[in-house]
């Protein structure tokens, strides 16, 4: 992630993070562990293939689609209170006021990274954190994306100056099209992240908020607020696919509200989970609490794009990971011999190299899964084609993506993300201090290498634990005889075992030898 270069000496020269290395993921210091490295990816990958058998054992074959569910609308008090608009209004305020602040700050403010509110905002505050929050807590991005909000605003001025006309255009979507639109808007964003040099100059970071601000306002008034939301904003559609594992959801009751939804929001077994525009409108809704990562079980038709943008979310954070690897610096080193050291931020060596990272990386990852999936088809007498059984499976694969997501990150957040406690006094880098922390010393003790170690490692296991559970629940609901559901899961448990070794092995690298 070529935004660190900047961040971390950042957080040094404000905080004495001298001692961090400018690592993309790494947790800094070095330390020795207490058993050597392929000690622990044995006991990782054994423990994943123990849970199978455990699971194996345990899961009945009639696993059904009901599970535990607590609804926070149930009385009074509580929906009044998580309803209010003096809890929303608010919140969806303070929204707006700080992609104003990132457009105002990147372009007005100080030209050095590390004194701007945009840089950190974006890519640590909001990128990071609102992912963890989203898979962790539940989807509030669907309550404070700025874009939805300042449309609603915008529509709800317009009915009041033209009562009964309506300010989007209302287009019909071509079905065609699915979600390729958020998922190539995706394929950038990741690019600019992994590949482009000057993704944290504050400038940038403006502009890319006001090119994407039209990009997003735009198909809003083409195509009306929830279809381009559900398809074309990229950040509804990944953070919604996070927000999957989350232990919240919206339920709407009533068939008559999914009948006007421009989404076709009914899955396989009749419910309507997470639609914001039938919730919007339905009089017999719910706000559940649930287990966590039961929402990645849905029964429901998986399409191509959607398979395409779950293996994008894992290759991409497995190549930011392994772009901070030693491997990876020496290709980077014979990319520059080969080509020469010159261009500038958008064309050279470097660029090109980290490019092809995150063009190959991606396309490997789906090659290896279709590969996978045929043993897959292979195993159970070719009942389905494996690229049927890739897109059933793939919701399966999201925990390990974000579990390897929060081990990656987590240092991020925790050390140079604590630069933006200097920057909400600051924000433009004239001296100011507005909330009287602008004299904040980052605190680098905050967790050390070894715990973060061992956090990793327990993070990793687990999301690929909760991804067998997922893919053996897909599994029984696909074959109708166990013989057939046991035996499609032993090439995916093999996959997952692999996959668990790679990720621990990458995580490990700038603390062990």
């Known amino acids: 992630m070529k935004k660190l270069k900047i961040i971390l000496p950042v957080a040094a020269a404000t905080g004495g993070l001298a001692v961090w290395p400018a690592y993309a993921h790494g947790f800094g210091e070095r330390t020795e562990l207490p ?24 899961t009945k074959l009639s696993e059904g689609r009901s599970y535990w569910r607590l609804n926070l609308l149930g009385s009074a008090w509580s929906r009044a209170l998580l309803t209010s608009p003096l809890l929303l209004v608010p919140v969806k305020i303070l929204s707006v ?83 390729w639109p958020a998922l190539v808007l995706f394929a950038v964003f990741t690019w600019i992240q992994d590949a482009y040099t000057d993704s944290s100059v504050p400038a940038q970071v403006a502009t890319m908020a006001v090119v994407y ?25 990944v953070f919604g696919f996070l927000a ?14 999914c009948q006007t939804c421009s989404n076709q929001c009914l899955d396989a077994d009749g419910d309507c989970i997470d639609c914001y525009e039938c919730f919007a409108v339905a009089n017999r809704r719910e706000f559940n609490i649930r287990p966590w990562a039961i929402g990645l079980g849905r029964n429901e038709h998986v399409s191509g794009d959607m398979l395409a943008l779950v293996v994008l979310l894992l290759a991409t954070v ?34 090109l190299a980290d490019t092809l990272g995150a063009l190959l990386v991606p396309v490997g990852f789906f090659c290896v899964y279709l590969l996978f999936s045929q043993l897959m088809s292979a195993s159970v007498g070719g009942q389905l084609p494996a690229l049927e059984l890739a897109k059933i ?121």
Do not use: C
């Not at 030209?111 to 950190?120: C, G, H, K």
């Open 35 to 58: 058993v050597p490295l392929g000690y622990f990816l044995i006991g990782a990958a054994l423990a994943v293939g123990l849970s199978f058998v455990l699971i194996s054992v345990f």
């Open 97 to 179: 006021f700080l992609l104003g602040l990132v457009i105002a700050t990147g372009f007005a403010g100080d030209s050095s990274p590390q004194l701007n509110f945009a840089p950190t905002f974006v890519w640590i505050i909001w990128w990071v954190g609102m992912a963890f929050t989203v898979a962790l807590v539940g989807n509030i991005w669907a309550l404070v994306n700025p874009w939805k909000i300042l449309f609603g605003w915008a529509e709800g001025l317009y009915r009041w100056i033209r009562p009964g006309q309506k300010l989007a255009l209302e287009k019909t979507y071509p079905a065609r099209w699915g979600i």
């Open 213 to 237: 601000s039209v990009i997003t306002l735009g198909g809003m008034a083409v195509f009306g607020r929830h279809q381009w939301l559900t398809r074309g904003e990229v950040f509804s559609v």
């Open 244 to 257: 999957r594992f989350s232990p919240t959801e919206v339920r709407v009751l009533e068939s008559a509200a």
């Open 318 to 351: 497995t190549f930011d990971g392994f772009s901070a690897t030693a491997a990876w610096v020496d290709f980077q080193t014979f990319v520059i011999d080969q080509f020469g050291a010159g261009g500038n931020s958008l064309f050279n060596s470097l660029t």
């Open 393 to 513: 499976f793939s919701f399966s694969l999201i925990p390990i993506a974000l579990a390897y997501n929060i081990a990656h990150f987590i240092t991020l957040l925790l050390i140079p993300g604590q630069l933006i406690i200097v920057l909400i006094s600051d924000p433009f880098g004239q001296n100011w201090d507005i909330f009287g922390t602008a004299d904040y010393n980052i605190n680098i003790t905050i967790i050390n290498a070894r715990t973060l170690w061992f956090l990793s490692v327990a993070l990793i296991v687990l999301g690929h634990v909760l991804a067998v559970y997922l893919a053996h629940r897909a599994a029984i609901r696909t074959f109708s005889d166990r013989a057939s559901a046991m035996n499609s899961q032993y090439p995916m448990l093999t996959l997952m075992v692999v996959y668990t070794v790679i990720s621990l092995w990458i995580i490990a690298q700038p603390i062990v030898k």
